[in-house]
């Protein structure tokens, strides 16, 4: 059955209209569901008795369920377990600015990058619509405080699972859903080009991150399979094709790791590839896994690295490390559960 916390208005308008009744119902129900989160159907007193019926004969309202938390300071990461008894992760960083929810996209992942945990474990399947949507609300509940921003960087490559994602910005992003304002929602990808020039052309101002790791083809193929499929220089035309489309700035994310991308060769080389873009280089200090033998650089060198992008006129800036003790590496948690 489907669930209903993976329809997005315009499907619920839809659903109505083909059952003879007015599209403003579905408005009714967003209300109930994102803002009164009122779990008990029968208590919908604005709906007719009828409508309510109908809706538990067509739609399934169950949610998944936390099963796990971590917690330090400044991070929870939660672990839940789906219906059909697989895990996922999400994990929630308290900034001075406001809560964030890092959220899973796909069961493991099919990129296969060598120094991340979720693609050591293969995919398994994509996420449904409602399984991204229940990672923010059953949390919600949990810290008994809203969600400012979302970033769409956990576990799965998003672009990977296009439609469903895409459902899923909708329903956050809506007036009457989770109501998180569109710069607020960040989707970070490793590449996939026809995939990106698919959302320029959809033009919603989501932020999005690219995973380049690497300023070109010969480092790139050694950490990210899909470069063999889509290189640096056709990744970076349709990032330029991007900006000027959208006219937003992109992130460029570049996780540092020891002795492989953090040379000041590679800087340089990364300020030539990136030279007149409008982007923003995100350096992020690689968390450590017990499984794969990539090391993090030093702080030291991370900083001579920003340092030297600076110089050259580039926008960065180093990603505050959070949850390191709570393995918070992309799909630690998950991979931990799934071997036990
Ligand atoms: N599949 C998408 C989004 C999920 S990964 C992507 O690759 O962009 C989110 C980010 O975390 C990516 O930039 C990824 O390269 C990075 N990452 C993966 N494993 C990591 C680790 N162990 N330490 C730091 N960053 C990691
Ligand atoms: Fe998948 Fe992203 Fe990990 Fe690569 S870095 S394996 S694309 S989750």
Request: charged share 30%; net charge positive; aromatic share 8%.
């Amino acid at each position: 059955m489907i669930n209903i916390y993976g329809i997005t208005r315009k499907k619920l308008e839809n659903y109505f209209l083909e059952n003879g009744e007015k599209t403003f119902k579905a408005l009714q129900v967003f209300e109930w569901l994102y803002q009164k989160r009122e779990k008990n159907v029968d208590d919908w007193s604005n709906l007719k008795k009828e409508i309510r019926a109908r809706l538990l004969e067509d739609y399934s309202f169950e949610m998944p369920r936390i099963v796990k938390k971590e917690c330090d300071e400044l991070t929870h990461k939660y672990l839940f377990e789906l219906f059909d008894h697989n895990f996922i992760e999400a994990v929630v960083m308290f900034h001075d600015y406001g809560i964030s929810v890092c959220v899973s996209s796909q069961i493991g992942c099919n990129m296969g990058c060598a120094f991340c945990e979720s693609g050591r474990l293969k995919k398994v399947r994509n996420l449904e619509t409602f399984e991204m949507v229940a990672q923010i609300i059953l949390i919600e509940e949990e810290i008994k405080k809203r969600v400012s921003s979302v970033v769409i960087m956990g576990i799965g490559e998003p672009l990977d699972n296009y439609d469903h994602v895409m459902d899923f910005i909708d329903i956050i992003n809506d007036s009457k859903g989770l109501q998180l304002g569109i710069r607020h929602i960040t989707l970070s990808t490793s590449g996939l080009v026809p995939k990106i020039q698919d959302l320029m052309k959809r033009d919603i101002q989501i932020n999005l991150a690219i995973s380049l790791h690497a300023p070109n083809d010969e480092i790139r193929n050694k950490l990210m399979k899909v470069n063999k499929v889509y290189s640096i220089s056709q990744l970076i035309c349709s990032i330029k094709e991007y900006i000027e489309y959208t006219n937003r700035r992109v992130t460029i994310e570049y996780v540092m790791l020891k002795g492989i991308n953090d040379s000041d060769d590679c800087a340089k080389e990364l300020a030539i590839l990136l030279k007149g873009m409008n982007v923003y280089v995100n350096l992020i200090p690689y968390n450590e896994t017990n499984h794969l033998e990539f090391k993090k650089s030093t702080p030291k060198r991370i900083a001579k690295f920003c340092q030297i992008l600076k110089e050259k006129g580039l926008n960065v800036t180093i990603r505050k490390e959070f949850g390191s003790k709570i393995s918070a590496a992309c799909g630690q948690l998950r991979s931990k559960e799934v071997e036990r």
